[in-house]
């Protein structure tokens, strides 16, 4: 396939993401290419990738000082004490702001390894090699870093834009169907926040691209990074439009803190329940019409998800559940904030809604 280059251009950096088959083989001249050079760097990469796939990377990585950080990628130790781990390397072995950090490894990888990056000596040169279909098209982009501590999901982070992005489409064929659907849900999400044509495009072609079938597979990924570019740009530091970005995520993030983010449920998997439920409250606020909620709801059906909503939480949750989306950085009143949606391309950011009516809305979900 073709090597496509989404240049990203926020008033902290400008930077590409290089998408691409097989590319990680390329990855010393695409460092020329994009003039990004560095004499010391360390990699840290999920425990979980493919042997092969750290050692093609270590291999064709021509820097002569290279270090490795095994990473237990899980969300419970997206913590401060596995960010003071990093940090202890990075000052162990004397490196300077002028190095790097690479982080190969899905979202959590990513998120902790900018944190991280953004933090030592006020910021250090990041890159940033997503290996799951959810990271590739989602956090990977737009300078997002996030930890977890016992209030709820990344609630302490900061804005740090990467130096590069380097999206190989051949490591998404060593992922297990659930971790494709979990990186479908921020495509979904996409499509919604974009155009009807977009989640046409996805409406048709579901099947191929969770089969990861060329070039339905690669559209796919290309045009969710076009939607991040275009509002990252507008809104780097979530002030406004960015906001569009996390429909379905106020839901999302407090069921996987509820549920200690568990392997019950996956992100991608909490996003999906989130979108069914933001679309449901704004078919029932007038906000989006039936036909229209219809539409969204019998392609989510077409996802196939294991998980039962009913079957991860019950009536004890619901307090959890609340306390979790008071908590969510969107909220600034005793009342939550939840983003909706009036149709394809048209997102509704300022809804917000009473503890007590939220938790009516849950009940009715659990007895469905």
Known sequence: M??????????????????????????SKILNTQKLYFKKCLIIVDKNIPNKLKLNLIKNLKIKKKFIYEFNAIEKNKDYKNV??????????NFHRDDCVISLGGGITGDISGFASSTFKRGIKFISIPSTLLSQVDS?????TGINNSFGKNLIGSFYQPDLVISDIKILNSLPPREIICGYAEILKSSLIDSYKNFMFLNKNINKILILKTPFIER??????KLKKKIVEKDEKEKNLRKVLNLGHTFAHAYESTLKFSKKLNHGEAVIFGIRNAIKFSNEKKYLSKEKFEIINSHINKIGLMRKFK???????LNKIINYMKSDKKNNSNNINIILIKDFGKIKTDFYISPIKLRKFLISELNK
């Not at 796919?220 to 990074?225: G, P, W």
């Open 2 to 27: 073709q090597t496509h280059n989404i240049r990203i251009n926020t008033t902290a950096k400008k930077y590409s993401i290089i998408i691409g088959s097989n590319i990680i083989n390329k990855i």
């Open 84 to 93: 003071n781990k990093i940090h202890n390397i990075l000052f162990k072995y």
């Open 140 to 144: 990977s982009i737009g300078g997002k």
């Open 220 to 225: 796919a990924i290309i045009e969710s990074c």
């Open 311 to 317: 079957k991860l939480f019950n009536k004890k949750d």
